[in-house]
């Protein structure tokens, strides 16, 4: 780092007088011997490596002498009286050399460093601080960038964390596991833009790596890549590995580039594309280079958990590269067209199958990882997200929805033809476009294939076609008639009284214009009166009163409300969010059996009243106490009377998905883990219906809401076992299944079910959110209509006679 601020030094002495704004340490950029990576975790807790480090790489064509040089080191935030410490050099690095300077050593860690280069004592910090290569064994004395950036002696600098001194802005922090590493051997005199934190990766002058390790290994990119998902040269460092630069991923924190090969292999399992990641700084390359690159192989968790159940991504880390020619042509991009009749093997982790990409689509996939794929004219079965997304399928005729989508029919059945698709284009140029299920992207649609925890394998496009709508509109359900009784239930997303105006006007208008005003609707994921903020509160009043606000603004009826507040963060969800499930009704059309006594605690129970079952309260929790409902919502039943008919609903919300292994995770066939919990929720909740069905096997009985599970699942077979009661999902036609729509799999999160007793039964999924990238919540709306039983035929009989006239009296107002 040369100093471009001496001036100010020399205008001083002269005696000119000036006012100057001084900036962070700005220098003209370095051109050979350059700090490469500093980490002062090591022996710390967590920490592999024992002993702290800083590496130098000479990014020059000639020798570099050391004689009389030195590392030194500042805390990052130094008083008036902190100095610098020091670490003298010798010898010197030849030209794309490295250079290891090893310090303190902890109490922890398993592996030391190569044999070092130089050995110092300085007891460097895990998290920030200021290393400089200085030209002088002198210790310096600046404490401030300006005072550093005016010193000649320094020929380099980094700042990393929150260090006071620094270039321009300090790099990344670290942490005991983790370094801050120049991204490629050039200086910009900007540590933000020039380093990345990531794994250590220390390498000595004879190239040895840690613990001794061998020099780097010269490898092409069909080497690394293999033919298993996991590389053969996974932590080891690597050189002369070439190809063209296809992508670049110029935002985020995992930002980078991605080459290929323009000399392919004759192997059809192993990949000729490779992602080089740079973390948080942008890479110094451009789509077209032809680059030579050295770095160390990582096999990369999306999900950076050590225990993680999705499959990882090959990269190079703590890389740098040289620029042989610019504006190359790339490798074509193969169209991904016919895919195999598999999805993918089983028994265990398939990490170290060999694979076989023309018998496995995730094989497939596998195989073309990082190289350019392409795709044309596919149709989208997963909306835009707010993360820039959307999921289309390149299997056309692949379970399609009546609507588009594609349809998740079974555990067998995972729709290998959907396909992620991101964007790599800066939306400054233009902006990710809005698309709805049954949109066509037209065009061609092509750049490198990569993998992420949420998604699986993803087109990261570079060319991205145009969206043609698909002419998809909200659906509307019509009104229920004079005898019949309505039973909506609605999952509104984590609604709470913070919420836009916005929010609450689009769901209202969903229950009246789309719904048609049901006369009871159950609600899921109702947030207390102050939502995520974790205080205590736990009442709902507010939410409720302006949600049906909103109702009655947009032409509704006026709602009341029932529910029962949980204990503080005893139910799941947002923490401080306490959500619940609630009744809203229409007491012109209903009334409610209010009988008190209910609180989160107290579980309703079924007794009998003149021969008929009643609830001990209502509304009341079902069996809250059960372990079953641990961290979870309990079921809350009600009990309501409909034209002198009683029905008992009951609104659920059951355990979520969460901790279940992905369908395109490396564990084959995946552990659905959350099962577990509700099918004894099930068998809670199915208690509860038996108990009704002893006192009064004609009883009207609705269970409704989000069980978070499949019509083909454990947790429904529990429900429906021995017909006591029946999923109206299963009566509908198999291509209008579904109420949620996740990675382009259009399926069923959302049921109702009915007991016996119900006649006349007419049932509607409405799709107004799942299938739109505008949606006001992530689940599908649904009604049932039919007539309560009056529990004894002639009585039906009688109702149903006068629920025709007041029918046809209706019809002739």
């Given at each position: 780092?040369?100093?471009?601020l001496?001036?100010?030094?020399v205008?001083?002495?002269v005696?000119?007088?000036?006012?100057?704004?001084?900036p962070a340490?700005?220098?003209?950029?370095?051109?050979?011997?350059l700090?490469?990576?500093?980490?002062?975790?090591?022996?710390?807790?967590?920490a592999?490596?024992?002993q702290?480090?800083?590496?130098l790489?000479?990014?020059?064509?000639?020798?570099?002498?050391?004689?009389?040089w030195?590392?030194?080191?500042?805390?990052?935030a130094?008083?008036?009286?902190s100095r610098w410490?020091?670490t003298r050099?010798?010898?010197?690095?030849?030209?794309?050399?490295?250079?290891?300077?090893?310090?303190?050593?902890g109490?922890?860690?398993?592996?030391d460093?190569?044999?070092?280069?130089?050995?110092?004592?300085?007891?460097?910090?895990?998290g920030?601080?200021?290393?400089?290569?200085?030209?002088?064994?002198?210790l310096?004395?600046?404490?401030t960038?300006a005072?550093?950036?005016?010193?000649p002696r320094?020929?380099?600098?980094?700042?990393?964390?929150?260090a006071?001194?620094?270039e321009t802005?300090p790099?990344?922090?670290t942490?005991?596991?983790?370094?801050?590493?120049?991204?490629?051997?050039?200086?910009?005199?900007n540590?933000?833009?020039?380093?990345?934190?990531?794994?250590?990766?220390?390498v000595?002058?004879?190239?040895?790596?840690?613990?001794g390790?061998?020099?780097?290994?010269?490898?092409?990119?069909?080497?690394?890549?293999?033919v298993t998902?996991?590389?053969?040269?996974?932590?080891?460092?690597?050189?002369?590995?070439?190809?063209?630069?296809?992508?670049i991923?110029?935002?985020?924190?995992?930002?980078g580039?991605?080459?290929?090969?323009?000399?392919?292999?004759?192997?059809?399992r192993?990949?000729?594309g490779?992602f080089?990641?740079?973390?948080?700084?942008?890479?110094?390359?451009?789509?077209?280079?032809?680059?030579v690159?050295?770095g160390?192989?990582?096999?990369?968790?999306p999900?950076n958990d050590?225990?993680?159940?999705y499959?990882s991504v090959?990269?190079?880390?703590?890389?740098?590269?040289?620029?042989?020619?610019?504006?190359?042509?790339l490798?074509?991009?193969e169209?991904?067209?016919?895919?195999?009749?598999?999805?993918?093997p089983?028994?265990g982790?398939?990490?170290?199958?060999?694979?076989?990409?023309a018998?496995?689509?995730?094989d497939?996939?596998?195989?073309?990882?990082g190289?350019?794929?392409?795709?044309s004219?596919?149709?989208?079965?997963?909306?835009?997200t707010?993360?820039?997304?959307?999921?289309?399928?390149?299997?056309?005729g692949e379970?399609?929805?009546?609507?588009?989508?594609?349809l998740?029919?079974?555990?067998?059945?995972?729709?290998?033809?959907?396909?992620?698709?991101?964007?790599?284009?800066?939306?400054?140029?233009?902006?990710?476009?809005?698309?709805?299920?049954?949109d066509?992207?037209?065009?061609?649609?092509?750049g490198?294939?990569?993998?992420?925890?949420?998604?699986?394998?993803?087109?990261?496009a570079?060319?991205?076609?145009?969206?043609?709508g698909?002419?998809?509109?909200?659906?509307?359900?019509?009104?229920?008639?004079?005898g019949?009784?309505?039973?909506?239930?609605?999952?509104?997303?984590?609604?709470?009284?913070?919420?836009?105006?916005?929010k609450?006007?689009?769901?209202?208008?969903?229950?009246?214009?789309?719904l048609?005003?049901?006369d009871i609707?159950?609600?899921?994921?109702?947030q207390?009166?102050?939502?995520?903020t974790?205080d205590g509160?736990?009442?709902?009043?507010?939410t409720?009163?302006?949600f049906t606000d909103?109702?009655?603004a947009?032409?509704?009826?006026?709602?009341?409300w029932r529910?029962?507040?949980?204990?503080n963060?005893a139910?799941?969800?947002e923490?401080?969010?306490?959500?619940?499930?609630a009744?809203?009704?229409?007491?012109?059309?209903?009334?409610?059996v209010?009988?008190?006594?209910?609180d989160?605690?107290?579980?309703?129970q079924?007794?009998?009243?003149?021969?008929k079952?009643?609830l001990?309260?209502?509304?009341?929790?079902?069996?809250?106490?059960?372990?079953?409902?641990?961290?979870?919502?309990?079921?809350?039943?009600?009990e309501?009377?409909?034209?002198?008919?009683?029905v008992?609903?009951?609104?659920?919300h059951?355990?979520?998905?969460?901790?279940?292994?992905?369908?395109?995770?490396?564990?084959?066939?995946p552990?659905?883990?959350?099962?577990?919990q509700?099918?004894?929720q099930?068998?809670?909740l199915r208690?509860?219906?038996?108990?009704?069905l002893a006192?009064?096997?004609?009883?009207?009985i609705?269970?409704?809401?989000?069980?978070n599970?499949?019509?083909?699942?454990p947790?429904l077979?529990?429900?429906?076992?021995g017909?006591?009661?029946k999923?109206?999902?299963d009566?509908?036609?198999?291509?209008?299944?579904?109420t949620y729509?996740?990675?382009?799999?259009?399926q069923?999160?959302d049921?109702?079910?009915?007991?016996?007793?119900?006649?006349?039964?007419e049932y509607?999924?409405?799709h107004?959110?799942?299938?739109f990238?505008?949606?006001?919540?992530?689940?599908d709306?649904?009604?049932?209509?039919?007539?309560?039983s009056?529990?004894?035929d002639w009585?039906?009989?009688?109702?149903?006679?006068l629920?025709?006239i007041?029918q046809v009296?209706?019809s002739?107002?």
């Amino acid at each position: 780092m040369t100093s471009s601020l001496r001036g100010l030094a020399v205008a001083a002495s002269v005696g000119l007088t000036m006012v100057v704004a001084v900036p962070a340490a700005a220098a003209a950029p370095s051109q050979d011997i350059l700090i490469g990576e500093v980490y002062g975790g090591g022996g710390n807790s967590g920490a592999t490596l024992t002993q702290d480090f800083v590496e130098l790489t000479n990014a020059g064509t000639a020798p570099v002498s050391l004689a009389g040089w030195s590392v030194q080191y500042l805390p990052a935030a130094p008083s008036a009286s902190s100095r610098w410490q020091a670490t003298r050099l010798a010898g010197e690095v030849q030209p794309g050399g490295t250079y290891l300077v090893s310090e303190a050593r902890g109490a922890g860690g398993t592996v030391d460093l190569p044999t070092p280069d130089a050995v110092g004592t300085i007891a460097m910090a895990g998290g920030a601080g200021t290393v400089a290569l200085v030209r002088s064994t002198d210790l310096l004395t600046c404490l401030t960038a300006a005072d550093c950036a005016a010193d000649p002696r320094i020929h380099d600098l980094i700042g990393y964390g929150n260090a006071t001194v620094r270039e321009t802005a300090p790099a990344p922090g670290t942490g005991n596991t983790t370094s801050s590493a120049r991204v490629n051997r050039t200086d910009t005199d900007n540590n933000s833009a020039d380093f990345a934190t990531g794994e250590p990766t220390p390498v000595n002058a004879a190239g040895e790596g840690p613990g001794g390790g061998t020099p780097p290994v010269s490898a092409k990119i069909h080497d690394i890549q293999g033919v298993t998902r996991v590389s053969p040269l996974s932590g080891k460092k690597v050189a002369n590995v070439s190809g063209v630069v296809t992508a670049i991923r110029a935002f985020g924190r995992d930002r980078g580039f991605w080459f290929q090969d323009t000399a392919p292999d004759a192997d059809p399992r192993t990949s000729e594309g490779l992602f080089v990641l740079t973390g948080t700084a942008s890479p110094n390359v451009k789509v077209g280079d032809a680059v030579v690159v050295t770095g160390t192989v990582k096999e990369a968790l999306p999900d950076n958990d050590a225990n993680s159940t999705y499959q990882s991504v090959t990269q190079l880390t703590g890389a740098s590269w040289t620029v042989s020619s610019a504006g190359n042509a790339l490798p074509q991009a193969e169209t991904i067209g016919s895919l195999p009749a598999g999805y993918v093997p089983s028994g265990g982790n398939i990490d170290s199958l060999e694979l076989r990409p023309a018998e496995y689509t995730l094989d497939y996939y596998e195989s073309r990882e990082g190289m350019r794929v392409a795709v044309s004219d596919v149709r989208v079965v997963g909306p835009s997200t707010e993360f820039y997304e959307m999921y289309v399928t390149v299997r056309p005729g692949e379970n399609p929805t009546a609507r588009g989508g594609t349809l998740y029919t079974g555990y067998d059945q995972p729709n290998p033809g959907r396909l992620k698709v991101m964007s790599l284009i800066p939306f400054a140029e233009r902006p990710f476009p809005q698309a709805n299920v049954n949109d066509k992207l037209t065009g061609v649609t092509e750049g490198p294939l990569d993998y992420s925890s949420f998604g699986g394998y993803t087109l990261q496009a570079t060319t991205l076609g145009q969206v043609a709508g698909g002419g998809l509109q909200p659906e509307k359900t019509r009104k229920q008639r004079t005898g019949e009784l309505a039973i909506g239930t609605y999952n509104v997303e984590n609604l709470d009284p913070g919420d836009e105006q916005t929010k609450f006007d689009r769901l209202a208008k969903g229950v009246v214009e789309n719904l048609a005003s049901p006369d009871i609707i159950a609600l899921e994921e109702i947030q207390d009166d102050n939502g995520a903020t974790n205080d205590g509160t736990v009442s709902a009043g507010q939410t409720l009163k302006k949600f049906t606000d909103a109702i009655v603004a947009q032409g509704g009826p006026r709602y009341e409300w029932r529910q029962i507040n949980p204990a503080n963060n005893a139910d799941g969800g947002e923490p401080g969010g306490n959500i619940r499930v609630a009744f809203i009704f229409n007491p012109a059309r209903v009334s409610f059996v209010d009988r008190p006594g209910a609180d989160a605690a107290t579980p309703v129970q079924v007794v009998k009243q003149h021969g008929k079952a009643a609830l001990s309260v209502s509304p009341g929790r079902i069996d809250p106490g059960n372990a079953a409902w641990e961290r979870s919502r309990k079921p809350l039943a009600g009990e309501f009377v409909f034209k002198g008919r009683k029905v008992f609903v009951v609104a659920n919300h059951f355990s979520s998905k969460g901790g279940d292994q992905s369908v395109h995770g490396r564990f084959q066939p995946p552990n659905r883990s959350s099962e577990a919990q509700r099918i004894k929720q099930a068998i809670a909740l199915r208690g509860f219906v038996d108990s009704v069905l002893a006192v009064d096997r004609k009883a009207n009985i609705v269970l409704t809401g989000d069980l978070n599970d499949f019509q083909f699942s454990p947790v429904l077979a529990e429900l429906t076992r021995g017909g006591a009661v029946k999923a109206l999902i299963d009566t509908l036609p198999a291509r209008e299944r579904y109420t949620y729509i996740f990675e382009g799999n259009s399926q069923v999160l959302d049921h109702t079910l009915t007991s016996r007793a119900s006649r006349g039964l007419e049932y509607d999924v409405v799709h107004i959110n799942a299938e739109f990238a505008d949606q006001v919540s992530d689940h599908d709306p649904q009604v049932v209509r039919f007539r309560p039983s009056a529990g004894e035929d002639w009585l039906d009989a009688l109702f149903d006679l006068l629920d025709l006239i007041e029918q046809v009296r209706a019809s002739h107002r």
